[in-house]
């Protein structure tokens, strides 16, 4: 029996092509079940004020990152899902009004990095403190009262930037941008409740 030299070099292709299919079938399923590495990150623990009978740990500097995005701090809704920045809801207002309500919530964001820094700091002495022996509560819960009184002051500048920018807006511009940050602050749904 005699196979045709074309019906040969197509088995042969079918065959390589067969091979790298079920290699990249049987890799994907081999990624797939292999936990991923945990990366390091070292732990920032400077605590705002000292609180008596609390050694502070020596103060660390965090890394730079590349400036974000203006926006609130972290809006996480009840399932997990971010909110969108808020700039996106000036998507209504004329490209000029767009880029000056940018620069605006840039402009708030920058003055908070302070703030933030220290929110971030203090939240983080709370967490030490719940590893701290003897556990004494109030160590605890002072640094991340400290840390949400700071979250708080951090967005009512952003606030209270918007509502300043919102004067210098038409009372059309005003409506888009009221509109805008209605869609911003709607409560968002579970999955389960979308059904």
Do not use: C
Request: glycine share 6%.
């Amino acid at each position: 029996m005699t196979v045709s030299r074309s019906l040969l070099i197509g088995l042969i292709v079918s065959a390589a092509l067969n091979v790298f299919l079920v290699g990249g079938v049987v890799g994907v399923l081999w990624v797939r079940q292999t936990p991923p590495t945990p990366i390091e990150v070292p732990p920032v623990l400077p605590p705002a004020a000292p609180v008596a009978g609390v050694i502070a740990p020596p103060v660390q500097s965090p890394p730079q990152r590349p400036p974000q995005r203006p926006s609130l701090p972290a809006e996480v809704a009840p399932s997990g899902e971010k909110r969108p920045p808020l700039w996106t809801a000036g998507r209504g207002l004329s490209q000029e009004s767009r880029q000056a309500m940018r620069r605006t919530l840039r402009e708030a964001n920058q003055r908070n990095q302070p703030i933030v820094r220290q929110a971030r700091a203090e939240r983080q002495a709370g967490l030490q403190a719940f590893r701290a022996k003897p556990y004494d509560p109030a160590v605890a819960s002072q640094h991340l009262a400290a840390a949400r009184a700071l979250d708080g002051q951090a967005r009512t500048n952003v606030e209270a930037s918007l509502a300043a920018f919102a004067t210098k807006l038409s009372a059309e511009e005003r409506a888009a941008l009221a509109q805008g940050l209605e869609q911003f602050y709607a409560p968002r749904t579970r999955p389960e409740q979308q059904r």
